[in-house]
Structure formats: structure tokens, C-alpha cells
């Protein structure tokens, strides 16, 4: 008996340790995507049973709590359900996972609608580096020349971009997609000026994976989603917004995982942690430099300065 009751201690034991290799942050991929985006997982308390977690990925962008996971005979499970947007029709997503034997999450999701895609998971890189006082600025660059569009391209490989340059503005159309700088940054401290109409909002991807908010939200309390937010993850300190249709400027710096915003002269996030992807994501990858995104996809917006200055040791 007791020999039995060792095995059965020792295959729990072995069970749980398993379970605990799907703890931590994950950076996710999806490799035939038409559109490149970015997912984010956080799994914590695997073999325990205490088992959590968070995602970046599901319809609508947010940073969800995971309602149902689970993890059987070393796969990771867990779904959504929700409500199309445009058709009021339920919808569903299941997802489920593998850790491969070199560590990579290698991951199926399936939906209702009979569509089903593979994903890669790499665990989020550690990025040590600190706002510390130590960082120079090094030479300003122009990513906007004010008069058409060389330096950029469409964040949608093989469709037009949808924006145009007039009179020293850029300005999306109604069928626009993302716009991305040609050129990929790191550490850096960007001016950029905006105007967005009356019910409209937009986006200001850092590295392409960071979105800090655009909206017409004059007047109201400061959320996850407000003007100026860094999207579902850090709200503002202050509403800072000028009204719809008036000229407005971001100042932003960005040194590893730390992000500082000014809106309109006024500091509403201070040195705060990003802790990994928004739903701007277009890439996956935050151990390396990415560009600047400016989301054209959810309203009028114009912007007329983006001024990039590097920041070095």
C-alpha cells in the first residue's frame, strides 16, 4: 500500500511539474496570417490549483482575464465566447497549446465558424533596461517629410495603405489600414501632433506592438480605454484631451519596457511598466526594434508632425 501511495505521490509531483512549464509571459505568432499581428499570454499558478491567466488576441482587443483554463494530459486549454460586433451572431473560440521540447508554445485555435489557425508561442524576452537618467538624445529624424508618404507603407502586405498626404497632413481614408515607418526604432522619445474627429480614435503603435490610445474623450474620467491610455493597460493619471477637431500633441519616451506620456504639455503616465503586446500588435517579437504604427482602421484622423529622436548611452 504504501509503495502505491508513493507512485501515485511521485506522478502527481511529475504531473504538476509538467503543468508549471506553461507559467509565464508568452509573446504569440500566428506564421500564415494575411495581416501580421501579434498575441500575449500570461499563464500563472500551472500546477497549482490556482491556474490563471490573461490574453491579448481575442475579438475586440482588450486584455481579457481568462474565463476558462485548463490544462489535460500537458495541453493547455482555454475559449471565448462573444457576440460579432456587426451581426449580433455568438461566436466561440477554443485554443489549446503544447510546450514543444525546445520550449516554444506550439498552439491551435479553432472557431465556430469552422476556421482554424496554428500559433507559435516564445516566452517574453526580460528587457533590463531602466529610464534611469542615463539616456542622451541622439539626432532628431523626420518620419513625416510633410509632403507625401516616402517612409512609409501599409501595414497590410499587397493593399493600398489608404493614406495620403495634403498640404503637410497625413490623413487617412475610410478604407485605410495601419500605417507603418519604414524605419524600426528602440529607445526613443517621439513628437507627434493630431487632430480626430467627433466620435473617431486611433492609435500610436510603439515598436509596432505598444499602442498608446487616440480618442475623442474630452471631458470624461480616465479608463484603460481613454485618450492617451497605453490600450488596456495603463490608465492616464489625467484627462488631458483638448475637443474633437482641435489640434492636439503627444510627447512620448519609450526605453525598454518603460513609457512616459505627455498629452498636450500635461504628464499623465510616468515611467510605468509595459508589461508585453496591445492589440496593435503587428509584430511578436519585443527583444528587437520595431516601427512606428499609426492606426487608420477605426476613424478620421490627421496628423502633421512625427518627430522621432533616438535615445543612447
Same mark, same amino acid.
Given at each position: ?202 492609435? $500610436?503603435? =510603439?515598436? !509596432? #506592438? &505598444?499602442?498608446?490610445?487616440? %480618442?475623442? +474623450? ?33 510627447? $512620448?519616451? =519609450?526605453? !525598454? #519596457? &518603460?513609457?512616459?506620456?505627455? %498629452?498636450? +504639455? ?44 533616438? %535615445?543612447?548611452?
Amino acid at each position: 500500500m504504501r509503495n502505491n501511495i508513493l507512485l501515485v505521490l511521485i506522478a502527481s509531483g511529475a504531473a504538476f511539474a509538467a503543468d508549471a512549464q506553461f507559467n509565464g509571459r508568452w509573446d504569440i505568432s500566428i506564421p500564415r496570417d494575411a495581416r501580421p499581428h501579434g498575441w500575449w499570454l500570461e499563464v500563472s499558478g500551472a500546477g497549482t490549483p490556482n491556474l490563471k491567466g490573461r490574453f491579448v488576441g481575442f475579438p475586440g482587443g482588450d486584455m481579457n482575464d481568462i474565463p476558462h483554463l485548463a490544462i489535460q494530459k500537458d495541453e493547455l486549454h482555454f475559449d471565448f465566447d462573444w457576440k460579432d460586433y456587426r451581426s449580433g451572431k455568438p461566436m466561440h473560440r477554443d485554443y489549446s497549446a503544447r510546450v514543444t521540447p525546445n520550449g516554444k508554445l506550439l498552439g491551435l485555435v479553432r472557431s465556430s465558424d469552422g476556421d482554424a489557425q496554428k500559433w507559435v508561442g516564445v516566452r517574453a524576452p526580460e528587457i533590463h533596461e531602466k529610464d534611469d537618467g542615463s539616456w542622451r538624445d541622439g539626432n532628431p529624424v523626420e518620419i513625416f517629410n510633410g509632403k507625401d508618404l516616402a517612409g512609409w507603407h501599409g501595414a497590410v502586405p499587397g493593399s493600398d495603405s489608404g493614406w495620403k498626404a495634403d498640404d503637410g497632413v497625413l490623413k487617412n481614408g475610410p478604407h485605410a489600414n495601419d500605417l507603418a515607418s519604414d524605419q524600426n526604432f528602440w529607445n526613443f522619445k517621439l513628437h507627434i501632433e493630431y487632430r480626430v474627429d467627433p466620435h473617431s480614435n486611433s492609435g $500610436i503603435g =510603439l515598436r !509596432g #506592438r &505598444y499602442e498608446v490610445q487616440i %480618442l475623442d +474623450d474630452f471631458g470624461q474620467n480616465p479608463t484603460l480605454h481613454s485618450n492617451g491610455a497605453l490600450y488596456s493597460r495603463i490608465v492616464p493619471a489625467v484627462n488631458a484631451s483638448k475637443p474633437a477637431g482641435e489640434w492636439q500633441s503627444f510627447d $512620448i519616451r =519609450l526605453v !525598454g #519596457r &518603460y513609457v512616459t506620456v505627455v %498629452l498636450n +504639455d500635461k504628464k499623465i503616465i510616468d515611467k510605468q511598466e509595459i508589461e508585453g503586446l496591445t492589440a496593435i500588435a503587428n509584430n511578436a517579437d519585443e527583444a528587437k526594434p520595431g516601427p512606428i504604427l499609426l492606426q487608420g482602421d477605426h476613424g478620421p484622423v490627421e496628423f502633421r508632425k512625427v518627430t522621432l529622436t533616438p %535615445l543612447m548611452r
